[in-house]
Structures are given as structure tokens and as C-alpha cells.
């Protein structure tokens, strides 16, 4: 929908597009893990609820839907993956980079699940590797025409600390901090 290069969907604006394309990519990858946990086995012992009693009366014989599931959250992925490289969004890229970083390194620290913590050092190898292509990219002229091939990685290599829209963001996201910070407190303070 729309004249431009970006799609838009019936939401009207590509940020918009960009920003539910990276939170759903987020839900489906919490969806993944979800799923993978319960295939894991039981660490100690575990209450008797009738659930469990159940499900160990019915035995081995009972269909494995989890594959399924995981198949299903991996297809998501991969689509709201593709919605959000269309709505070349810089933000919303940058925010899903953000967010791996995050979640790759909460579960380092606090994960339980060895595979999850895998993929985790998989992550930050990734990023390691995209900010390495990102810096290279900008100042190598031999890649200008892979960059130039892509709108998106056009709009990612024009991210600069000299963009007036970044410095804007940056005095607005400052004001609201110091504002943040200098309220008073349940009547106490300035």
C-alpha cells in the first residue's frame, strides 16, 4: 500500500510496520523457548498435580506436539523477520539488535536451559559481527555497491551521531531524563 519502496500495510506508516514486525519476532522467539522448555527434562522432583498424573498414566503413546509448535514459532519468525527487512525501519532493526543483546546476556547470567545459552553466545558472536560489517561497510568503498543494492542497509549505513534526527532524539531523551530526575519524590525533595 502506498507509493514508496517501504511497506506500509493497512497501518498506514512503515515505522509502524517495523515496530510490530520486531515485537512479534520477540513473542514468537519467548514462544520458542516456552516450547523448548517443556521438552526439557525435570530437574529434581516435581509436585503431583492431575495434570502430571495424567499425562504419566497415558504413557509414551500421546502425540509430541511440540515440534509442531516450534515449527510454527520458527515460521513466524522468519515472516516478521521479512516484514520488518521491507518496512526498512532503522529503528526497529536496531532495536531487535538491542534486544538480543539484552536477552543473550540475562541468560548467560540467570539461563537454566544449555541450548538456550548456546544460542546466546551465538548472538553476541552475531552482533560482534554485524557491528564489525556495519563499521566496515560505512567507511569501505569496495561494499558500496552491496549497500547500495539494499535500501535497507542504505538507511543503516546513514547512521551517524551527526543526524539531526538522532540529536534530537537524544536532547528529548535527556530533558525527560533530567525532568524524570528532578521531581520530587511522595512530596520530598526540590
Known sequence: IGSSSRIES??????????YAMVNTFIAAG???HSWRGRQP?????PATPRRRRR?????TEFDYAPWLIAFWL????????????????GAVVGLGSGAIAFAFAYVIWGQIGVLRKISYGIFGAMFLALALFFVASRAPILDPVVDASPILRRLSTIDTADLSLQGRLT???AGLRAYVDRPFFGWGP
Not at 75 to 90: E, G, K, P, Y
Open 10 to 19: 493497512t497501518l498506514g506508516n512503515a515505522t509502524y510496520v517495523g515496530a
Open 56 to 60: 504419566k498414566r497415558r504413557g509414551p
Open 42 to 46: 525435570a530437574q529434581g522432583r516435581q
Open 75 to 90: 515460521f513466524a519468525i522468519v515472516v516478521n523477520l521479512w516484514a520488518l527487512w521491507l518496512s526498512q525501519t532503522r
Open 172 to 174: 528529548a531523551w535527556r
Open 31 to 33: 514462544m520458542i523457548a
